[in-house]
């Protein structure tokens, strides 16, 4: 484990250059995903926001292999991949799918979860902005209840709540599955280490702030990320073979509102009298709070 | 190489009452059926990455491969995908790492992986697979090109089995001719005429193919851990054309390098290949039936009783083998008409072998008729094709359905 504080990159592993938005996570996943994985890893990308970050042919912003697939297919093209290495004798190497909500939550689930099943030696890191942001903020079914995107416009906001993607990826007992928050880079850091060293099927899922699709300032990406965990709208917390194990307990409840206002995306709600709406978005997070809690009490106890 | 084709050996068969002269040296004589002949000829091509899924009619061509694999007759990676869409992704991820990967579908199955074939086409992975012809909803899982004849755009070269026996050898010739070309390869079976009925079928010792397909040797492209790629990111506008060129420069190669390796096959294994088969062709002829697949065994036999009729054998459809074509009119007279026998429905007043051959024989007089006959499974026994050839001959239609009320 690392000490406290003890999270800066000593080997650096992206190039500079990328293409990301100010303020963007995808950015500070990879440097400290990659600087971790080490050089001896290939990539599999489904479209993404970070597909296009990367940099155009023939450019490639990592030390490491880079192979672009389908939307719906990286686990699968994964899977060849991993099959392969295996077969050469590269039982070392690390095959890390990088996608986006959309090509996990919605289109690549099918493919997520063959490889999840299967027990693909493969880590799969799913950077969570909760809409599709490289089509310019889409709906998918990771995006929070109440939100604005391009296709749930002004009062059509998003209502329903997001997919559990946690819970599903649970259910298929893998060995290892975690969430992360770029304002918790040691927790981060541990993770991908915990990640690196299981065998098997691996799912990290981290907080990605996106400054054009939340609507927020780029220099507040890492605050709000972080109120993001104080509030339980996203708690970190790891799986163990559907064994939970909460890592980080906000000292006190911070109410949801104040990471909400923070991002224009939800500023509607905080206009017209939509104050069921916040709250129902409280009730439902404390709900999913105390939910997490049983299943780690549950887990300490056995 | 072994260029005597000798009659000798001769062979017992079971019940010691038959006796078969081997034609074929360092062969195994075996009655399989068409999809056994699919997954022999991977084992004997030494794959070693199977991704499967299974669809019906050409389940039992992966289900064959995973008993050879799981009894250890083939080393390979044999793994059960989530879907056809998988499958072929797992196959480009394979063979982006440097495998020789085979897998085998059907109907849905191929329509669904579409995306995934041209992504493959144009990553320009050597993959061969086999697909079992059926068409599209409403169900039917019956005999019918459509499925691939709706993936000719996609890049993949497409070879068509006349036989079980042609399908084995087209799969070896397949490995050959993608790895060369760096072109995927897609061998078409029918539907149970082939695929589930037993035939004749010499299977050649393994170390013969060896000789003919060497392991896959690497061309640099391959994923390499030390020597880091990125693979199929953004092209912009100014880049993405000298892909096309290059895709282009080769797969207009596929049509000569079929007639290489055919005849090159045919000295090492006694039996010769080429892009397509023109039979009975000549000044004389008066009519040209132009078939794919089993429907050209079936037109074969007919064509015995009339000296008149001819018949082409598309056996490379995609490129479509424009010189060969031409080459077998070379002597065909203005007057010689042309039936394209359509076992595909490509939502078109006229089918794809009508398209591909009228863009083959641009510029000569021939007039062309086009027959829909076998959809979905329906026999064409050898007295369609009478009718065919009567119909031809005496009340000819730019486009006829036959057996069809």
Known sequence: METMNDFLIKEEQVYSGGLSCRGCGWALLVRHLSSILGEKTVYVLPASCFSIITGPYPLNELKGTIVHTMFAAAPATATGIRAVLDRQGNEDATVAVLAGDGGT????????????????????????????????????????????????????????????????????????????????????????????????????????????????????????????????LFPLFEVENQEYKINYFPDKKVSVEKCMKLQGRFSHLFKDNSANVIQEIQDYTDHNWQRLNKLHNQNINN | MN????????????????????????????????????????????????????????????????????????????????????????????????ERVFTATSGQGLFYAHEVLHAIAHFRLPIVICNVGRPSLPWNIWSDQTDSISQRDTGWVQFYGESSQGVLDAIIQGYVISEKLDLPVMIVLDAFYQSHTSENVWVPDSDLVDEFLPPKKKNGNEIDLNNHKDYGGLVPPDHYETFNFQYWRDITKVEELTDEIGQKFGEHFGRKYSAIEAVNIGPKTKMILVALSTITSTARGVINNHPEVGLIKLRLFKPFPVKSILKAFENVPDDTIVINIERNFIGDKEGAIAHEMKHALYGRKNKMYDVYTGLGGKDVPPLTIEKIIKKGFEAPEEVMWIDFE
């Open chain 2, 3 to 98: 260029n005597n084709i000798q009659t000798k050996d001769i062979l017992k068969s079971k019940d010691n009452t038959k006796q078969i002269v081997e034609k074929y040296p360092r062969h195994t004589l075996k009655i399989i059926k068409g999809n056994f002949a699919a997954a022999e000829a991977a084992k004997l091509c030494r794959v070693g990455f199977v991704p499967a899924y299974p669809i019906t009619p050409q389940t039992s061509i992966v289900e064959r491969l995973s008993s050879i694999v799981a009894a250890g007759e083939l080393d390979a990676r044999y793994v059960n995908m989530d879907s056809e869409h998988s499958v072929f992704a797992a196959a480009m991820g394979a063979a982006l790492a440097g």
């Open chain 1, 105 to 232: 939550f919605d289109i690549g689930i099918q493919s997520l979860s063959g490889a999840a099943s299967r027990g693909e030696n493969i880590l799969y890191v799913c950077n969570n902005n909760g809409a599709y942001m490289n089509t310019g903020i889409q709906t998918s079914t990771a995006t929070p209840y109440g939100a604005i995107t391009t296709t749930n416009p002004g009062t059509n906001f998003k209502n329903t709540m997001p997919k559990d993607l946690m819970g599903i990826i649970a259910a298929h007992n893998i060995p290892y599955a975690a969430t992360a928050s770029l304002a918790f880079l040691e927790d981060y850091r541990n993770k991908i280490k915990k990640a690196k060293e299981t065998k098997g099927f691996r799912l990290l899922m981290i907080d990605g702030p996106c400054p054009p699709g939340h609507k927020t300032s780029p220099d507040q990406s890492i605050s709000i990320t972080r109120l993001a965990v104080e509030t339980n």
